[in-house]
């Protein structure tokens, strides 16, 4: 069973490139991995996925390594408005594995 | 097009009672999943509902229980419920259950 673990919380300022890793080391070959921000009282959106190498949108970037026991979201140029919580999720098939989650605070 | 809508938003319940939530996703999306989110565990993966056939399941006690009805809107049952029960509870549709999830606001249950 894929256990996910990430950072806690990040500082970051506005302008700068974020990036949170996300550890998966029993991830298995079918499991895709994918990750949603959360703001307040809100549920969680789905920002990108991904199942190897690299994928990017217009909002993010996803790098997974060869071995995918890790994954890596980028965030370019962050502002006060992507202050929320980010989750990683290891999408198998018979499970869905959250991440705790990574308060990232952006301050001006 | 409306996004997931859940119902009721908020719920105030005893212990030992039961409660039912209703989930109505996104128009044409078959897949529906619940998740429990609560300060201290986290989000964590209760249930999918997929062509009204229950598809996965955590690692939940039998108390909580799901449906699914043909136009695939879903309900979530919690019996006998127990002050930990506490939580806010999300459902998520998508297309095929793999893909990008849609997470409604949720219901935030309070167990007294």
């Known amino acids: 069973l894929a256990k996910t673990t990430q950072p806690i919380s990040m500082d970051s300022y506005e302008g700068q490139e974020v990036n949170i890793t996300c550890s998966h080391n029993?991830?298995?070959?079918?499991?895709?991995i994918t990750w949603y921000q959360q703001f307040p009282s809100q549920g969680p959106r789905f920002i990108i996925q991904g199942y190897k190498t690299k994928v990017t949108n217009e909002v993010a970037s996803l790098f997974i390594p060869a071995d995918r026991k890790s994954s890596t979201l980028s965030l370019p140029r962050v502002s006060l408005s992507d202050t929320a919580v980010y989750y990683c999720l290891v999408d198998g098939y018979n499970k869905l594995i959250f991440g705790a989650g990574t308060r990232l605070a952006v301050h001006p | 097009k409306a996004g997931v809508t859940q119902t009721p938003r908020y719920l105030i319940k005893t212990r030992g009672q039961q409660v039912t939530l209703s989930c109505s996703p996104i128009s044409g999306h078959r897949s529906v999943s619940w998740y429990q989110q609560t300060p201290g565990q986290g989000l964590q993966f209760l249930f999918e509902y997929f062509s009204e056939t229950q598809r996965n399941k955590g690692n939940f006690p039998g108390r909580f229980s799901g449906r699914q009805f043909s136009n695939s809107r879903s309900e979530m049952n919690v019996s006998t419920l127990e002050l930990g029960d506490s939580a806010l509870y999300l459902c998520?549709?998508?297309?095929?259950?793999?893909?990008?999830?849609?997470f409604g606001p949720g219901t935030r249950l309070t167990v007294t």
């Open positions: 998520a549709s998508s297309l095929q259950g793999r893909d990008e999830q849609y």
């Open positions: 029993n991830i298995a070959t079918n499991d895709y």
